[in-house]
Nanobody, 123 residues
């Protein structure tokens, strides 16, 4: 089974930036769609961003458009989430996800999940 390990979370002031990384086990990342979700105790797990094999094939939640950027470097088996202009409402545990199958134009079968990394944004 593919393993995903997130890193880069931490505490940042509102308006600041963080970069999350997701290392994918084995040399198989090129076969996967990659994405990010986030979750708080008060909210349902929500979609953040996704990226296909091409860097220009990306999708973002409305709440992060213009502020977050998803990227991937398959040669390094790593996906990234660059987060800028962070807001307190961005505080959550962020999960890296991977899928082999797309069930629709915007629906992916997110089969593999990391353990999450905490992002806290102070006001």
């Amino acid at each position: 089974q593919v393993q995903l390990v997130e890193s880069g979370g931490g505490l940042v002031q509102a308006g600041g930036s963080l970069t999350l990384s997701c290392e994918v086990s084995e040399d198989t990342m090129r076969n996967y769609f990659m994405g990010w979700f986030r979750q708080t105790p008060e909210k349902e797990r929500e979609f953040v961003a996704a990226i296909e094999g091409s860097a220009d094939r990306t999708r973002y939640a409305d709440s992060v458009k213009g502020r977050f950027t998803i990227a991937r470097e398959d040669a390094k088996n790593t996906a990234y989430l660059q987060m800028d202009k962070l807001r307190p409402e961005d505080t959550a545990v962020y999960y890296c996800v991977a899928a082999r199958t797309r069930l629709g134009a915007t629906l992916y079968e997110w089969k593999y999940w990391g353990q999450g990394t905490q992002v806290t944004v102070s006001s």
